[in-house]
């Protein structure tokens, strides 16, 4: 019986590629900080696996440069940050645990990183930029890029400025500033920030449990706000509510 490559990698002691691509998804990048903190950018790596995961020996061939040391491992659901300064970033978020220091720095106009594995056979990349469609909040705002299996770029501006390192983020939900006008009749002015380059679409019914209709899309202006006025009909009492993004 032929030995399969999974066998292989881990009779050599090498974490095995094709598990750790199954399993591990670059989580959260913090990548253009104020230049006065640049100090406390970082790269979380997350098991989204139900085992563990040895990462032993894989290291970053683009981007920055971090090799993962022998026995390092990843259980199940557990976050690994990685720095590029360990002091500034612990004093930053108090109680975090920097599981390890790069070198080199993460590009502020966007960058691929990739962990590669043996040769440098790529195991999983990731390509950000500071360009919609991605959050450009991330663009020196202050925020990190959170991954995000809803957004359609895949990444979302996280909720709070720093980014969450070392905490699952999974259940944040930015905040959004939301503004409702009454006109005439039965028409509204709709005033929020958004994420630009995704698609908004206020949906309503009326009453819970009923079938939601589309009242309306919108797409941010470049300034990442939207100003719209619409109307919301006839109905004594309606549900409204606004989601992102639109599915084809």
């Known amino acids: ?12 002691g090498i974490a095995c590629p ?12 913090h990548y253009d900080a104020d230049p006065m903190t640049a100090a406390v950018e970082f790269v979380e790596l997350h098991n989204t696996g139900e085992r563990a995961l040895d990462l032993s020996g894989l ?10 040391s022998q026995g390092s491992t990843l259980a199940p659901g557990k976050l690994f940050v990685i720095a590029r300064n360990k002091a500034a970033l612990e004093a930053t978020h108090p109680g975090l645990k920097v599981d390890g220091v790069y070198e080199g720095r993460l590009a502020n106009q ?49 909720a709070a400025i ?27 002015r709709l005033t929020f920030e958004a994420e630009v380059g995704v698609i908004y679409t206020l949906l309503a019914t009326d009453a819970l449990g009923q079938t939601w209709e589309s009242l309306a899309r ?22 409204f509510k606004l989601v992102s993004p639109v599915k084809p």
Do not use: C, W
Request: aromatic content about 8%.
């Open 110 to 158: 966007g960058e691929t990183l990739t962990l590669a594995a043996g040769h440098g056979a790529p195991v999983l990349s990731l390509t950000y930029s500071d360009q919609a469609p991605l959050p450009t909040k991330a663009d020196g705002e202050g925020y990190s890029l959170v991954a995000d299996g809803v957004s359609e770029t895949g990444y979302r501006a996280s």
């Open 162 to 188: 720093g980014g969450t390192p070392g905490s699952d983020s999974a259940g944040e939900v930015p905040a959004m500033k939301l503004t409702i006008d009454r006109l005439s009749g039965d028409r509204v």
């Open 218 to 239: 919108f797409e941010p202006n470049a300034d990442g706000t939207v100003t719209s006025s619409i109307a919301l009909g006839q109905a004594r009492h309606r549900f």
């Open 59 to 68: 290291f970053f061939s683009s981007g920055i440069r971090f090799i993962f």
């Open 1 to 12: 019986m032929p030995i399969r490559p999974l066998q292989f990698f881990a009779a050599l």
């Open 18 to 29: 094709s598990a750790v691509a199954a399993g591990v998804v670059i989580n959260e990048i």
